[in-house]
């Protein structure tokens, strides 16, 4: 089993900044890849940014150039910093990680970014 926990998010206002974490723990594979998705209020979770263990990184386009995410695999630890920061960005931020051999998923439960105007 494997548990994820993240802390860094808030109230801030738009052009400002937010570094989200998440910590994983238990049975981690090896072979996995970390990242963030989101939910707005009345839509659909969407993907924001995932960084394979390998360091390969996707974005979803409305964040490009603004988020970056890292990751240390030896405290298995995600990072996501947020940047200059809209108030469509406001949603609750999830945690993920899938385990490649397995295909198994894990979420976090949420922080939440609210992005005032």
């Known amino acids: 089993q494997v548990q994820l926990v993240e802390s860094g998010g808030g109230l801030v206002q738009a052009g400002g900044s937010l570094r989200l974490s998440c910590a994983a723990s238990?049975?981690?594979?090896?072979?996995?890849?970390m990242g963030w998705y989101r939910q707005a209020p009345g839509k659909q979770r969407e993907l924001v940014a995932v960084?394979?263990?390998?360091?390969?990184?996707t974005f979803a386009n409305s964040v490009k150039g603004r988020f970056t995410i890292s990751r240390d695999n030896a405290k298995n630890t995600v990072f996501l910093q947020m940047n200059s920061l809209k108030p469509e960005d406001t949603a609750v931020y999830y945690c993920?990680?899938?385990?490649?051999?397995?295909?198994?998923?894990?979420w976090g439960q949420g922080t939440n970014v609210t992005v005032s105007s």
């Open positions: 993920h990680l899938v385990a490649i051999a397995t295909m198994t998923n894990y």
């Open positions: 238990g049975s981690i594979a090896s072979i996995n890849v």
């Open positions: 960084i394979t263990s390998g360091g390969i990184t």
